[in-house]
């Protein structure tokens, strides 16, 4: 078969590439760290099997492109960087990695909470020009325990934030169309409706998929309804904030500090992009919630079911 992986993330040691190359020595593979694009797609032009991550935009074009593209695979969780609806016309299937970083995400979320809640970047920030250890009067943080953190989405991710959120002595309130009610007297945490939890939380923290009813999940709207001073928290997708309201919402002091790894527009950062990534307050990592060695194992190792399934026969993991 021919079969071309993007956006392959590491190249040495026991990289992915390595991994891929044992498990498929008699395939025509071709390698790329870019993402596939139009710039590129004529190099892949007879490829059977694509493999790709969040940034390659599966649309159209790109897909009339490739006339013998049979299986597409993202090494994602997420799938809408993809037109899965022209794929299904097409006759070409698709399959996603569904579960690979469900701690690594969980904590990464936490990493951006305590980064905020302690001031740790800006405390390091101010250290490297100061070399002042007397001059911290800017720096008080606030503890975790006692505060009450709004989950939006209790899947695979959602729960394991609560479970960490238990380990601070946070109180979590959550919200879910498709509540687990075992988990959540396991767990002592309380459903609460959608609005209640935007508004009684001192933290926010998003981990829901990004859907066209998902879009501007927080708006303007349910901004003004937040507490003021709350934390938000977005390691699931950008489009789900919508970020003229977000600055709006830090501007007037609503939201005091967001930890952001993914941008709406982080595949073609526009100005108001840039804003939030100069602002103060604000942490913007360049969507590396999943990108842990755990969980990069677990990409390869799923990826290569996903590819070896469908040559087999034994289609796994395909999404709709
Ligand atoms: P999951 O499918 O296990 O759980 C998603 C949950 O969200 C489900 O329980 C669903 O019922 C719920 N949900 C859907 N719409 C909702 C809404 N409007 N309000 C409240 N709940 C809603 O998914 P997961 O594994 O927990 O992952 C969540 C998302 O995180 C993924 O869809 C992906 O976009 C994102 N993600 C990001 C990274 C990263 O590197 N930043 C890595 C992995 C996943």
Redesign the pocket.
């Known amino acids: 078969m021919k079969i071309a992986f993007f956006e392959v993330f590491s190249e040495v040691g026991d990289g992915e590439k390595e991994i891929l190359e044992k498990h498929f020595p008699n395939d025509e593979v071709s390698y790329f760290k870019e993402k596939l694009s139009m710039d590129n797609v004529s190099l892949v032009k007879d490829a059977e099997i694509i493999s790709v991550f969040t940034s390659s935009q599966i649309n159209k074009d790109i897909i009339d492109s490739l006339p013998n593209l049979k299986f597409l695979n993202t090494s994602?969780?997420?799938f809408d960087h993809i037109s899965t609806t022209y794929c299904q016309e097409k006759g070409i299937a698709v399959s996603n990695v569904p579960?690979y970083?469900?701690v690594t995400?969980a904590e990464f979320a936490f990493a951006l909470l305590l980064n905020l809640s302690r001031k740790i970047s800006e405390a390091r920030n101010q250290l490297r020009q100061s070399l002042d250890f007397h001059n911290i009067a800017t720096l008080r943080g606030f503890d975790l325990k006692g505060k009450t953190l709004g989950v939006?989405?209790?899947?695979?991710?959602?729960r394991n934030v609560i479970k960490i959120a238990k380990g601070f002595g946070m109180d979590v309130i959550a919200?879910?169309?498709?509540p687990d009610q075992v988990y959540e007297t396991e767990m002592k945490f309380s459903y609460k409706s959608?609005l209640e939890v935007i508004s009684g939380s001192d933290v926010i923290t998003l981990?829901?998929?990004?859907?066209k009813?998902?879009d501007h999940?927080i708006n303007k709207e349910n901004i003004a309804k937040m507490k003021k001073g709350v934390y938000l928290i977005n390691?699931?997708?950008g489009g789900l904030i919508d970020t003229e309201a977000l600055v709006w919402g830090m501007k007037e002091g609503i939201i005091t500090a967001a930890g952001l790894?993914?941008l709406e527009d982080e595949r073609n950062l526009q100005a108001r992009d840039h804003a939030l990534i100069n602002m103060p307050n604000v942490i913007v990592t360049p969507?590396?919630?999943?990108?842990a060695k755990e969980a990069e194992a677990e990409i390869v190792k799923v990826t290569v079911e996903n590819i070896k399934g469908f040559i087999s026969n034994n289609p796994v993991n395909i999404v709709k």
Do not use: K, Q
Request: charged share 15%; glycine share 14%; proline share 5%.
């Open positions: 994602s969780t997420g579960a970083g469900s995400v939006v989405g209790t899947g695979r991710i959602g919200y879910d169309p498709y959608f981990h829901v998929p990004y859907t009813e998902n999940l390691t699931a997708r790894d993914v969507h590396i919630a999943f990108y």
